[in-house]
């Protein structure tokens, strides 16, 4: 019976609160009318090369992205890195504070829908002055007054104006879940491109000190030539040079993978000095084959960059609404009872009670254009978000446009990189057969040894780009957070779905539906 008459209340509230909202009620910018992300039609495959990771990748339109998208590369310690970065990466526990504290200022907010309740109690010690009245019936000056009082003050919702705010800030949130999603793929797509590029230089580390060991080699044997006197000292000379080439071009590869070795550190949440265990070579990965390209129209939905840009375009408008309410007449009621007496005991007594009741309508006259300008600020702001999501989507078609060309660049250059060095090698074994006949000079040869590991290093640089920009086109089609559901969101704020189509839908559903966030702070604060 109780919760019966406690829900009547609560309906009755809300129908009070239920007023007019001025101001634009939001609505989601349609997808842009574009049916590719190239002028010219994608090719389905690109190049393959006959190397490891030269396979041909083909394009599959309208392909999902599973959530942990780096596991398609199929490393077990790429896995675990990217894991433990989610785990202990300080900037990605800042982005779910973030949300947490717009969760909480949007309750805040919500509760300006109810009364402000006061109870307040006031003893005090007085004595009269001779010259006036006194201020008690039996004359006496000097006296002890306790005063409890209850007082309330509601100012309703009339033209919107909180209602805006609670709209504004929900989209808010919106906007730091998202940027709190951005997070999450930014961080993911940084731990897999950083191993990449670790196991790329450490495979250029390898190429190196195998051309090294072999110039080496040709070193030794050219010295005893030398001392046989079956060559000249020249040579020599000019094979050390080489070798001392080869052996500068290391420091600066053991350099990048020692600074690789700290940025994975660093996005694990560790301290250089704490790198973590695991090791990435390229023959450790496997190249995905099957690459998704999303239709354009779903793009700025699996953005959370450009989701992020729309909530901010969201909270622009409500703001608009907000400096409306705000020019118009602002009504509060008040109200107040309690009871006075000269003694503790007789606080409650009967005659000791007083209350009352009072209204205010107040309307600005004259503010020398405060309220005004501040109205074409929040149309301005409109402005400047509405450009911003713009940019952004604009920015998210560039960046699916740049991987899928430099997917297709990577494999016609991996493919001529690999002939080239097939080429390269069969011209060394050519000119160090004929140097051992004595048909060609040293220099000759020296020519072909350089041409030779540039080929090296240029293969292993073009398999690498590959891995690198596979990764970058995950990134760029957002990641497929939509399909995640882990404890990342759950320790965020549980009470925001994680799944895609609730991601999807604009807060401007939820806010502009009634009085939706009145509903929700009865609920919290009754326990229905």
């Given at each position: 019976?109780?919760?019966?008459?406690?829900?009547?209340l609560?309906?009755?509230?809300?129908?009070?609160l239920?007023g007019?909202?001025v101001?634009?009620?939001?609505?989601?910018?349609?997808?842009?009318?574009?049916?590719?992300y190239?002028p010219?039609p994608l090719?389905?495959k690109?190049?393959?090369?006959?190397?490891?990771?030269?396979a041909?990748?083909?394009?599959?339109?309208g392909?999902?992205i599973?959530g942990?998208w780096?596991?398609?590369?199929h490393s077990e310690a790429?896995?675990?890195?990217?894991?433990?970065?989610?785990?202990?990466?300080?900037?990605?526990?800042?982005?779910?504070?973030?949300?947490?504290?717009?969760?909480?200022n949007?309750?805040?907010q919500?509760?300006f829908?109810?009364?402000?309740i006061?109870?307040s109690?006031?003893?005090?010690?007085q004595?009269?002055?001779?010259?006036?009245?006194p201020t008690?019936?039996?004359?006496?000056?000097?006296?002890?007054?306790?005063?409890?009082?209850?007082?309330?003050?509601?100012?309703p919702?009339?033209?919107?104006?909180?209602?805006r705010?609670?709209?504004?800030?929900?989209?808010?949130?919106?906007?730091?879940?998202?940027?709190?999603?951005?997070?999450y793929?930014?961080l993911s797509?940084?731990?897999?491109?950083?191993?990449?590029?670790?196991?790329g230089l450490?495979a250029?580390?390898a190429?190196?000190?195998?051309v090294?060991?072999?110039?080496?080699?040709?070193?030794?044997?050219?010295?005893?030539?030398y001392?046989?006197?079956?060559?000249?000292?020249?040579?020599?000379?000019?094979?050390q040079?080489?070798?001392?080439?080869?052996?500068?071009?290391?420091?600066?590869?053991?350099?990048?993978?020692?600074i690789?070795?700290?940025?994975?550190?660093a996005?694990?949440?560790?301290?250089?000095?704490?790198?973590?265990a695991?090791r990435?070579e390229?023959?450790g990965?496997?190249?995905?084959?099957e690459?998704p390209?999303?239709?354009?129209?779903?793009?700025?939905e699996?953005r959370?960059d450009?989701q992020?840009?729309e909530a901010?375009?969201?909270?622009?408008?409500?703001?608009?609404?907000?400096?409306?309410?705000?020019?118009?007449?602002?009504?509060t009621?008040?109200?107040?009872a309690?009871?006075?007496?000269?003694?503790?005991?007789?606080l409650?007594a009967?005659?000791?009670?007083?209350?009352?009741?009072?209204?205010?309508?107040?309307?600005?006259?004259?503010?020398?254009?405060?309220?005004?300008?501040?109205r074409?600020?929040?149309d301005?702001?409109?402005?400047?978000?509405a450009?911003?999501?713009?940019s952004?989507?604009?920015?998210?078609?560039?960046?699916?446009?740049?991987?899928?060309?430099?997917?297709?660049f990577?494999?016609?250059?991996?493919?001529?990189n690999?002939?080239?060095?097939?080429a390269a090698?069969?011209?060394?074994d050519?000119?160090?057969?004929?140097?051992?006949?004595g048909a060609?000079?040293y220099l000759?040869?020296?020519?072909a040894?350089?041409a030779?590991?540039?080929?090296?290093i240029?293969?292993?640089?073009?398999?690498?780009?590959?891995y690198?920009?596979?990764?970058?086109?995950?990134?760029?089609?957002g990641?497929?957070?939509?399909?995640?559901?882990d404890?990342?969101?759950?320790?965020?704020?549980a009470?925001i779905p994680?799944?895609?189509?609730?991601?999807?839908?604009p807060?401007?559903?939820a806010?502009n539906?009634?009085d939706?966030g009145?509903?929700?702070?009865?609920?919290?604060?009754?326990?229905?």
């Open positions: 019976m109780v919760q019966k008459r406690i829900g009547c609560s309906l009755s509230l809300a129908a009070l239920a007019c909202a101001g634009p009620d939001f609505a989601p910018p349609p997808a842009p009318e574009v049916k590719g190239t010219e090719a389905a690109t190049a393959a090369a006959a190397v490891p990771g030269g041909a990748q083909s394009f599959v339109a392909m999902d599973p942990q780096w596991t398609l590369f790429l896995n675990g890195l990217v894991e433990q970065a989610l785990k202990a990466n300080p900037s990605l526990q800042a982005a779910q504070a973030a949300l947490r504290q717009a969760m909480e949007v309750y805040a919500e509760g829908y109810f009364p402000t006061q109870a109690a006031s003893p005090s010690r004595q009269n002055t001779n010259t006036l009245a008690l019936n039996s004359g006496q000056p000097i006296f002890s007054l306790y005063t409890a009082q209850l007082a309330v003050s509601y100012t919702d009339v033209f919107g104006a909180n209602k705010a609670v709209e504004s800030l929900l989209a808010q949130a919106d906007a730091q879940r998202f940027q709190l999603e951005a997070t793929l930014t797509s940084n731990v897999v491109a950083a191993a990449l590029q670790e196991a450490r250029q580390i190429a190196t000190q195998e090294i060991k072999i110039e080496s080699e040709q070193l030794a044997i050219l010295q005893r030539q001392g046989l006197g079956s060559i000249s000292m020249a040579d020599v000379a000019a094979q040079a080489t070798l001392a080439q080869i052996q500068a071009t290391l420091p600066p590869l053991q350099k990048q993978l020692a690789q070795r700290d940025l994975l550190s996005l694990t949440g560790r301290f250089p000095s704490q790198e973590p695991e990435f390229l023959s990965l496997q190249l995905p084959l690459l390209v999303s239709l354009p129209s779903k793009l700025v699996q959370p450009v992020a840009a901010n375009m969201h909270s622009a408008s409500a703001e608009i609404g907000v400096a409306i309410a705000n020019e118009l007449p602002q009504l009621l008040t109200a107040s309690g009871s006075t007496a000269t003694k503790l005991a007789n409650f009967s005659g000791t009670g007083f209350w009352i009741l009072a209204g205010n309508v107040a309307q600005t006259v004259f503010d020398g254009g405060t309220l005004l300008h501040k074409r600020a929040a301005a702001a409109l402005d400047q978000a450009a911003q999501y713009r952004a989507v604009i920015s998210a078609f560039q960046n699916v446009a740049d991987s899928l060309r430099a997917l297709q990577d494999a016609d250059a991996l493919k001529a690999a002939a080239a060095e097939r090698a069969d011209s060394l050519i000119q160090r057969s004929q140097l051992r006949l060609i000079s000759s040869l020296l020519t040894e350089q030779y590991q540039q080929a090296i240029n293969r292993v640089q073009a398999q690498t780009n590959r690198a920009d596979t990764a970058a086109l995950f990134q760029a089609l990641g497929g957070w939509w399909n995640r559901n404890s990342v969101m759950k320790s965020a704020d009470t994680s799944d895609h189509a609730a991601a999807a839908m807060v401007a559903e806010s539906n009634g939706r009145f509903f929700s702070v009865v609920s919290r604060t009754l326990g229905f």
